[in-house]
């Protein structure tokens, strides 16, 4: 796995053999690649020639200028497509992104999802910058810090790492913003995702040679942005609310809607759960949420068990089965779905699934039990071939924490009570009460227990671990 420099350039060739010579006689290991938007100063011309000393070295050459965004999202697609990159770093072409400070961000990647290296911290500063230009920069970040809740200072800093798993989970077709606004773009939506930040403070230098992209059509880019961002979030959240109903009707009736819609509003946004059940000695807090009308149903106790199981392999490699869990909370996982079209996610069959890497927790929330049950053909024994493609992925030491929905799958349930599905631990939870309250039980207190059809709901669990 590689580690890989973007340096965005058009009429920088007074700076960019400089620059690429000092970067790699201090790391000569780390693979470099500029792209140019044909610049008429030939600096294209330039990176040809230092190709020649320099072999982990690459040109993306495009055709016209398109802004910084257009730039970057085109090398971020041709270093992602080759698979073997760990980390993306980001740096301007002019010599205000010290190279000292990549050892910085080398190290700092082995923990944290994005680093950025940041003026506005102590110890960090601008050298040989006008007042005026300075006060423009400072005004954007504290404007983005007023407007946004991200854990950084530095809003518009071009200087950072990401690694790549993360920055795969970004649909670069929806970014708007092509000149410097990309770069608050770009932390906004890595953060949505769940993204851990860190900031180390550097002294950001005027450039050496040639002249300022930043014009008035920039600044202006930048002052719209947040604005376009909180509308497009305020979107998402209508339509999610939106289809939360729509589901509810098609799934359930408009029976549904009117008996049940205000206990799920109450106590989902109004009425701050304080209940917890109990699970191997340990309480746990019920989730009740909008999306699937958690408080009526298994999700209320799955959610918060898997969430356990994150916790435990924060930072490590994680699969989720089934789309379940984003659709809560921002996370930092790979996602495999067959069926469901969403950003990042992966539309492959989990019994063909041969990722690049093992995994060192897979995660599946009710979903196992569709497998080879609510596809055509029919095969009841699919969910054996998943299970065992899921173990091949499993990385040495690592963990598959899955639930499934007893009453739902029959031909599933008796692959369960003859031992076919065998876990390293398995436990059971039944739904004691119309309130939607659960208990761990053994599996003899589950055993032919049916699925509630009419309200969607599980009324028993089965908790299965696998540890290799």
Known sequence: MKDVIIIPTYNERENIKNLLGTISSLFPNVHILVVDDNSPDQTANEVKEAQKQIPNLELLLRPKKEGLGRAYISAFQKVLASGQVSSLCTMDADFSHSARYLKNMFSGIREFDVVVGSRY?????????KFFRRMVSLAASLYCRIMFRLPIADYTSGFMCIRAPLLRKIDFRKIDSSGFAFLIELKYLLWERGAK?????????NRREGKSKIGTPVVLEGILLPWKLIIKSFSRKFKSLSGVIKEALIKRGIFFIIYHGPRVLYRSCIKKSKDFFVFQNKRYQYLYRLYNCTCLNERSVEIPLALKAFEEYKGKRILEVGNVLSHYFPFQHD??????????????DVVDFQPLEKYDLIVSVSTLEHVGFDEEPKDPRKILFALENLKRILARRGKIFITLCLGYNLEMDKLLEKGAIKFSKQYFLKRVSNDNKWKEVSQEEVKGIGYDHAGWTARGLVIGIIEN
């Open 121 to 129: 911290l102590k110890e960090g500063g601008v050298s040989g910058y």
């Open 197 to 205: 930040f860190k900031e180390f403070p550097i002294i950001l230098e």
């Open 335 to 348: 996602v495999i779905d067959k069926y469901e079209k969403f950003d990042g996610v992966i539309n492959q």
